[in-house]
C-alpha cells in the first residue's frame, strides 16, 4: 500500500490536533463517526515513537549486559558495536510492529475510501496540493472485485451457464415440429398409419386393437402386390364381402378407440 505515514506524524500529533482537522470532515459527512473515533485516538497514539523506544531500549539491554553481566567484562570497541547493532535491530523491529498497527487501523475503517478523501481535504486546507498518493490495498481489492464482477456479468453464458428457458430458446425454429403441416398430420402410407395407430394406442390398447394391426400387417403385402389378370373366383367374391364386412367392424373399433382417445387426453 502507497501509506503516507511521515505526514501523518508530522500532521496529527496529539488527539486534540487530529480532532480538530477531522471535525469538519465528519461533519460535512466525507467520514463516519466511527472512522473519526478511531482516527482520532490511534494516529496520535504511542506507536508513533516506537522505533526510538525499541532502539534506545535494545542499546540500553546491550550496553548493560556487556558492561555489567559479561565476564571478561566487554571493550569499549566492543561496547560501541555491539550497542549499534542492538540500535539498529531495535529501530527496525519497532518500525516494523508500527507498520503492523497503521495496517490494523486501515482494515478496521468503515469507509476507507472516505477516509483517503478527509485526508486529502485536510492536506489542501493546511496548504498542500491535495496529492498524497494514499491508496490502500483494501480498496484496490474491492475495486477489482467490482470490476470482475461486471465484467462477468456482460461476458457471454456458457454451456453450463446457459439457463433452460435460454436453451430452449437458443433451439432453431426448423427443428420444432410443424403441427400445422398437413405431411406432419397425415401418414404417407399404410406402414406410417400403423405407427400412428401404434403411438396412438400406446396409453390404450384394447384386443380390437391388437387383431386390427395385425390383420393390417397382413394384408399389405397382398395390396402392394401387382395385381393379375386372372379373373376372380367365386370363392374370392365371398371373402372379398367377408372382408369388407370385417374392415367396417375394425373401422367402427377404430373410430370408437379414437374417440376414447381424445376423451382421456381431454
Do not use: C
Not at 45 to 50: C, N, V, Y
Not at 58 to 64: D, H, I, M, S
Not at 110 to 120: H, M, S, T, V
Not at 187 to 207: D, F, Q, T, V
Amino acid at each position: 500500500m502507497s501509506y503516507p505515514l511521515h505526514w501523518l506524524q508530522a500532521t496529527f500529533p496529539s488527539r486534540s490536533r487530529a480532532v480538530e482537522l477531522l471535525q469538519p470532515e465528519l461533519e460535512k459527512g466525507v467520514i463516519t463517526k466511527h472512522d473519526f473515533e478511531l482516527a482520532t485516538r490511534f494516529l496520535p497514539g504511542g506507536h508513533r515513537h516506537w522505533p526510538a523506544i525499541y532502539g534506545v531500549g535494545a542499546t540500553g539491554v546491550t550496553l548493560g549486559y556487556g558492561y555489567s553481566v559479561a565476564r571478561p567484562r566487554w571493550s569499549h570497541t566492543k561496547l560501541t558495536w555491539g550497542s549499534g547493532a542492538a540500535t539498529l535491530i531495535g529501530m527496525v523491529f519497532g518500525r516494523v510492529r508500527q507498520v503492523l498497527a497503521h495496517k490494523q487501523f486501515t482494515e478496521a475503517l468503515e469507509n476507507p475510501a472516505g477516509f483517503i478523501e478527509a485526508l486529502r481535504n485536510v492536506d489542501r486546507r493546511l496548504g498542500g496540493d491535495g496529492q498524497l498518493g494514499f491508496t490502500l490495498a483494501r480498496i484496490r481489492k474491492d475495486a477489482a472485485h467490482v470490476d470482475t464482477a461486471s465484467s462477468g456479468s456482460s461476458q457471454e453464458h456458457g454451456p453450463e451457464m446457459v439457463s433452460e428457458e435460454n436453451w430452449k430458446k437458443s433451439w432453431p425454429h426448423s427443428n420444432a415440429p410443424d403441427a400445422a403441416s398437413p405431411q406432419a398430420a397425415q401418414p404417407k402410407n399404410r406402414w406410417e398409419e400403423i405407427r400412428a395407430a401404434n403411438a396412438r394406442s400406446s396409453g390404450y390398447a384394447s384386443s380390437w386393437d391388437t387383431i386390427r394391426q395385425r390383420h393390417e400387417r397382413d394384408r399389405l403385402p397382398n395390396s402392394t402386390s401387382s395385381p393379375t389378370n386372372d379373373p376372380p373366383s367365386p370363392g374370392m367374391d365371398d371373402r372379398a364381402a367377408e372382408q369388407a364386412k370385417f374392415d367396417a367392424i375394425l373401422e367402427a373399433e377404430r373410430r370408437r378407440g379414437q374417440s376414447q382417445d381424445s376423451r382421456d387426453f381431454v
